[in-house]
């Protein structure tokens, strides 16, 4: 306790405090867009509660994952060494989760090009089946987040209530923005394309990133910030013509 009160009299634990939050958050971006298009998948009953469910284990996991901080920092230590680059169990677990992404969005983008083809559909029929399948696949892809934005995390700050408060105040984040954002991209179906395109190019970054090659972060934003505001302008476009057309009727 006494601890936590000399921190919150540091002004460089505060900055520290604030810079992780901001970082937790935009690293969420691409979960949330992931949870967002996997829940859509279910029943309408389901899939409050099926975010909920999913975000809240997301949230005890990465707080146990805090507690192992030592043992996630060791994960950068290289295991062996291919094409003149040593892999570390981080690079494997990004590797595996960028190509876990890619398979996941080419399916989802085959079964909206050819949604006849529902033998693809990764959710089974049944709901209780789907349901714990997108429970598995939420957690999956955020142990892939969890353990590269906490070995960031140790490298911004070695003070351990920091980094558990700014994972706590992202994942409410995700939670109060995982409806609304399922909601906008069901409603607008243009949506989902693009957001299958974000996680093509999360899910290459993540194997580029595992392989060896620094992908800046602030390059993969500024792309998907240009192609949402591409998307934005196309939607409003769409919109006034509607309405025009629903004038001269």
């Not at 994942?171 to 299958?196: C, D, Q, Y």
């Not at 899910?203 to 595992?210: C, D, N, P, S, W």
Request: avoid cysteine; charge should be neutral.
């Amino acid at each position: 306790m006494q601890d936590i009160l000399l921190l919150m009299q540091d002004p460089t634990a505060w900055i520290a405090l604030i810079t992780l939050i901001v970082m937790e958050v935009v690293l969420g971006i691409d979960n949330l867009i992931f949870i967002s298009i996997l829940t859509n998948k279910l029943p309408a009953v389901h899939r409050e509660s099926a975010r909920r469910v999913g975000i809240g284990l997301a949230l005890v996991m990465r707080l146990a994952l805090l507690g192992t901080v030592a043992w996630i920092v060791q994960l950068t230590t290289p295991v062996f060494e291919a094409f003149g680059h040593g892999f570390s169990w981080k690079d494997m677990i990004l590797i595996a989760g960028g190509l876990f992404l890619v398979w996941k969005a080419t399916k989802e983008i085959h079964h909206n090009v050819d949604p006849v083809d529902h033998d693809e559909d990764f959710i089974a029929s049944s709901v209780t089946t789907g349901f714990a399948a997108a429970i598995g696949q939420i957690l999956l892809l955020d142990l892939v987040f969890s353990v590269d934005s906490i070995i960031t995390a140790v490298g911004m700050t070695p003070h351990l209530p920091i980094m558990v408060i700014s994972v706590i105040v992202a994942v409410t984040v995700m939670l109060v923005a995982s409806g609304p954002l399922a909601r906008f991209i069901e409603k607008n179906p243009t949506i989902v394309m693009l957001a299958l395109g974000f996680l093509l190019m999360i899910g290459t970054t993540l194997i580029a990133e595992g392989a060896g090659f620094h992908v800046p972060k602030g390059y993969v934003y500024a792309a998907m910030a240009f192609s949402a505001l591409v998307e934005v302008l196309n939607m409003l476009s769409r919109r006034k013509r509607q309405r025009e057309k629903a004038l001269k009727q």
